[in-house]
């Protein structure tokens, strides 16, 4: 056993520079042996080996949480409103009010939340008050062109969103509007043309009217009116 293992130690040497040779017998038959380096006249190259290196995998960020549609995120916890813009009044729009009523209409991406307050601001000064819904009515506003924008804060005071600022013309009704008022023009009533072949009638003494045809349509058996002519074949 000793022995053997002596003999393997002494071919480790020969078998590490060992290459893969290629030879041709005398009938023309290709073989291929490895044999020592300096014992083949013809050594097979062989091509490089493949490698495989694995893809790194990219460091995957810490994902923020994700918003659903009712504005909360996946933990349950309000992410904010994605839009808050007045549609009333309309921007550049007229309010007719002789009361100085307008009507307030905020639209909220998503709806307004418990607990969240509409606060309102014309011409830059805070309205009295905040809301607790997105319909308002305001009172006691002047005639003129105003300037309109809302602000939506949660129940600890924290601002969590503006709208766009609107702009609308209040209009009262006044005397001097009804009084330029122009009456809307009557069409004139056309008479009665009278039948071609029939007398008028005479107007009636002291002014002109309507004067309707003498004779009318004969009423005798047999008698027909002279302006009517049937058309009919037996």
Sequence with gaps: MIRHALFMLFLLPGLAHAVICKNVDADGVV?????PVGECADPVKLPDYSRYEPRPIPKTPTASPKSSGNGKSSDGQFSGYRSIEIIQPEANGTVRSNEGIVPVSIALEPPLEEGHRIKLYIDGAAVRGEFDG????LAGIDRGT????AVVSDAGGKRLGDSPTVRFTLRKT???DLERAEPSPIEPVNPIAPVPGQPVAPAPPGGTGYRPPT????STPG???PAFKPNYSP
């Design 223 to 225: 008698k027909t009116n």
């Design 31 to 35: 073989g291929y042996t490895d044999v």
């Design 146 to 149: 105003h300037s309109l924008r």
């Design 215 to 218: 004779g009318g349509v004969s």
């Design 134 to 137: 997105a319909a308002i009515d």
């Design 174 to 176: 006044t005397l001097y």
